[in-house]
């Protein structure tokens, strides 16, 4: 499968605890459409922490945006608002920039002329996709098939070339 670099999604929002909730799954939706699945909560809480702390130090009618950035190796999630003071990492909270900095593999800050950005990074590859069709058997394997088998144990379009059997049950 060949997923196409660099897919970026971005919205201005004004934060609330009804928007945040939204954009949370507006943001599982993108994942999941990018197939990463498996970064659906992490990333999410990770995003709700940021807006969550932007609606608690710069307050309700800030206008922020939040911008997410695929490369097909790495994900990137910033929130830039429009105050210019910096948030600092603080001991033994547990939740803020510390519940980011455990779900994320990289974060980091930068002051911008409107105020700054707060940013996380997680390593998320392209994912790898099975085929739809069964493995091909090894040279001198027995093939299993299941299905309804007629009266000579043969399974219903199974060629008798095939060596079919019960299919082994493990204990």
Known sequence: MTVPLDRHYMVE?????????????????????????LHVRPVCRAAEELLTNVQRHVGDDNHCVVELRWSGRHLTVSVADNDSRMPRLLDGGGGGLSRVMALSDSWGTC??????????????????????????????????????????????????????GPVAELV
Do not use: N
Request: with cysteine; net charge positive; charged share 20%.
């Open 13 to 37: 929002l004004q934060v609330s605890a009804e928007r945040i909730s939204q954009l949370r799954r507006i943001v599982a939706a993108h994942l999941r459409h990018w197939s990463l699945d």
């Open 111 to 164: 002051r911008t002329p409107d105020g700054k950005v707060v940013w996380f990074t997680r390593y998320a590859e392209t994912p790898c996709t099975t085929g739809l069709l069964p493995p091909t058997p090894f040279p001198g394997g027995r093939t299993f098939l299941s299905g309804p088998a007629d009266e000579g144990g043969q399974v219903a379009g199974s060629s008798p070339a095939v060596e079919s």
